[in-house]
């Protein structure tokens, strides 16, 4: 299983539909989020209502295929942080990151009422991204939405 965390207006939808047209994944879009946000989430034609049915959902789902999930960290997810096996062996985690700026201008002309700082998700994204490192002694792979090509340390991974 591949993740990929974000913060929102990342640029991680775009890099999500690269994934899934790629055709070698099987794309899982927001699962945590759309929980979290509107009470389900399908997974593997499964109606999931709880972060917990997600996990298992995804490691499922990962036992028959090339799995690729993306999901935003706007949100705090403590059965995810909490979850050793998911953090440092079921899955490889990597990391969206767009510069402040780019991230709360975009968040602000979708949603001009001034948002909450856990709203722009870069407290999340750092504690997850320093759970993974902690656990799996590797610093894990940090992408810049802002790059236009990968480079060959990228490539090499």
Request: positive net charge.
């Amino acid at each position: 299983m591949l993740m990929l965390w974000s913060a929102p207006r990342s640029r991680s939808t775009a890099f999500y539909r690269m994934m899934v047209e790629r055709g070698d994944f099987t794309g899982v879009f927001e699962p945590f989020s759309n929980v979290l946000a509107f009470g389900t989430v399908d997974i593997g034609g499964r109606s999931l209502v709880t972060v917990p049915e997600v996990l298992a959902g995804l490691r499922s789902l990962a036992t028959s295929r090339h799995v690729f999930v993306k999901d935003t960290t706007d949100k705090w997810y403590p059965e995810v942080l909490a979850d050793r096996r998911l953090l440092a062996e079921d899955a490889q985690h990597t990391f969206l990151i767009r510069h402040p700026r780019e991230t709360i201008g975009s968040v602000l002309a979708v949603e001009p009422r001034s948002p909450r700082i856990h709203a722009i998700g870069y407290e999340t994204q750092y504690e997850l991204y320093t759970k993974v490192r902690r656990l799996t002694g590797r610093d894990p792979l940090v992408v810049r939405s802002e790059e236009r090509r990968v480079g060959k340390e990228c490539r090499s991974r």
